[in-house]
């Protein structure tokens, strides 16, 4: 059974960084895509970035030049460095693992990490 646990989030004033870690546990690293996206009170869950195994990455326009996924599968970690925050930034920041085969879609949610960007 696959589990992600995330750490790294805070308050933190705006323009401001912060770096999230999700730790990955329970199958094999390297063949799943990972993801993190973020929810805000009474908005919808949003992808903010992803990265697949390979190291091919897709940022969210809204953090574009400013947040960065990176991954280290030796350590079986996917990171979300985030620069410049802003107030909207603030969420509850969730990882998420991916992995798709024939007839089948694994997918695994880890508990969230709260990210608050005020002054």
């Known amino acids: 059974q696959v589990q992600l646990v995330e750490s790294g989030g805070g308050l933190v004033q705006p323009g401001g960084s912060l770096r999230l870690s999700c730790v990955f546990s329970g199958s094999i690293f390297s063949t799943y895509a990972m993801g993190w996206y973020r929810q805000a009170p009474g908005k919808q869950r949003e992808l903010v970035a992803a990265i697949t195994g390979g190291g091919s990455t897709n940022v969210a326009d809204s953090v574009k030049g400013r947040f960065t996924i990176s991954r280290d599968n030796i350590k079986k970690t996917v990171y979300l460095q985030m620069n410049s925050l802003k107030p909207d930034d603030t969420a509850v920041y969730l990882c998420?693992?991916?992995?798709?085969?024939?007839?089948?879609?694994?997918?695994?949610w880890g508990q969230g990490t709260q990210v608050t960007v005020s002054s």
């Open positions: 998420n693992a991916n992995k798709r085969r024939v007839g089948t879609t694994y997918d695994y």
